[in-house]
C-alpha cells in the first residue's frame, strides 16, 4: 500500500470512528472498567461514620486529633487489543472483509481509550507473535497502531490463539483490560490458556464472523476454499437441505465456542461484517454494568 493512500484510509477510519467514540464514550465504557487501584488524594479529620483502619497515625500524632488518609480511584487503564491476523480474517463475502471489520472495531475501542485518558498496546497474531507495540497514551501513538494494523503483511497464514495468549500471560505485568479480537477459527484449544489471561486480566473476546460462514447462498456449486490449509469442499448449495445441514453445523460449532468462553468466564462480542458494530459493543457495555452494579 502506497503511503499516500494508508493515510487516507487511516483517516478514513479516523473519521468513520469518531462519532462512534461519541456514543462509546457517553459514560459507558467510562462506567464498565475499573481502574488498577487508588492513589492517595489528601488527608482530613476523622468522623464516626469514618473505617479506623483508614486512620492516618503520624498526622494524627502531629495534629492532635484523629486524621484520615482519603483515595481516589487510578481512572488510568492498560488497553491491548489482539488482533488476530491470520488468512482466515481476510475474507470476506460482502464489501466488507472480517479484517476490515476488526481494524475499525480496533480503531473504535483505542479511540474510546485514549479518550479516557488510558494506555493502549497492540499485539498482532496469526500462530506466532507478529507485531508488538507496547501501551502508550496519546491520539499520535493511536494513529500510528492503526497504520501499522492496516500496512501490516502477516509472515504466517496459520492461527494459534493459545500462542498469542501465551505470549500476553508473559508479557503483561500489570493488570490489563484485553480486548482481542478474531473469528476464533483454530483448530488448537485455547481453553486453558483463556482461563489463565482472564484470571490475571480483563480479558474480552470479540468474534468477528462473515454471513456466508452461518448460512450459504443457494448455487448449483460452491467451492469452499481453507485458506489456512488449502484444503477445498465442494457443496451443492441449490439444496435447500444441504443449506440447512451447513447452517446448523455452523450454529452447532459457534455454540460450542460459546460454551469455552463461558467455562472461562470470558465476555463474548459478536460481529458480524455485513452489520453495524457499534450495537453489539454498546449491548456488551450496558450488560456488563448492569451485572457489575
Known sequence: MLARDLIAKVRKIEIKTRKLVEELTGGAYHSVFKGRGIEFSEVREYTPEDDVRDIDWNVTARMGTPYIKKYAEERELTVIIAIDASASVFFGSGENTKHDKIAETAALLAFSAIRN??????????????????????????????????????????????????????????????????????AHSYEKPMKILNSRHDLVAVRVLDKTELELPSMPMLELVDSESGETVFFDASSASMREHYAKAAADELEEEVETFNRAKVDLVDLRCDEDMVRPLMAFFRNRKLKRG
Do not use: Y
Open 117 to 186: 485518558n488510558d494506555k493502549v498496546g497492540l499485539l498482532v497474531f496469526t500462530d506466532k507473535t507478529e507485531l508488538w507495540l507496547p501501551p502508550r497514551s496519546g491520539r499520535s501513538h493511536v494513529l500510528r497502531l492503526i497504520r501499522e494494523l492496516l500496512a501490516f503483511e502477516p509472515q504466517s497464514c496459520r492461527t494459534n490463539i493459545a500462542s498469542a495468549m501465551d505470549s500476553l500471560i508473559r508479557n503483561l505485568k500489570k493488570r490489563a483490560v484485553v480486548f482481542m479480537i478474531s473469528d476464533f477459527l483454530d
